[in-house]
């Protein structure tokens, strides 16, 4: 995953959204539900890449067996934590907010939470997994 894929995801589902409303807002009206949700667009950065690529059996999403590069954003509780975790990383985060981990990496980022937080990982995948 690059860097500007923040700002493709957010583009992508906005312009969706108004290709999607058009015919709406051409009779005059507003529209009543957008069908198109920040999760679309996580999946079209994720597993739609690897899928389009014909590699969705070994990358794409964090699945026992598969191989993954995983990169960890830095939550924004600046002012309020997210109810949606999801529609944070798409609508808000930056470049900045990117911690990156190779595999090896994420190893040892583990490793040390486990040790010095007591962070719980099987219970940390399970919510990534529902996410």
Not at 39 to 58: P, Q
Request: net charge neutral; hydrophobic share 45%; charged share 20%.
């Amino acid at each position: 995953m690059t860097v500007p894929v923040f700002g493709q995801m957010r583009l992508a589902l906005q312009h969706q959204r108004a290709m999607d409303c058009l015919p709406i807002h051409a009779e005059g009206r507003s529209p009543l539900r957008i069908d198109l949700t920040v999760r679309d667009a996580f999946t079209w950065a994720t597993a739609n890449g690897a899928r389009i690529m014909g590699l969705e059996s070994k990358i794409g999403s964090l699945t026992p067996g598969k191989l993954a590069d995983v990169i960890v954003v830095k939550p924004r509780w600046d002012l309020v934590r997210s109810s949606f975790p999801t529609a944070t990383v798409v609508l808000q985060s930056a470049a900045a907010d990117l911690p990156v981990f190779d595999a090896e990496g994420l190893a040892e980022f583990v490793g040390q939470a486990e040790r010095g937080a007591g962070v719980n990982y099987a219970q940390a995948y399970q919510h990534l997994s529902a996410c």
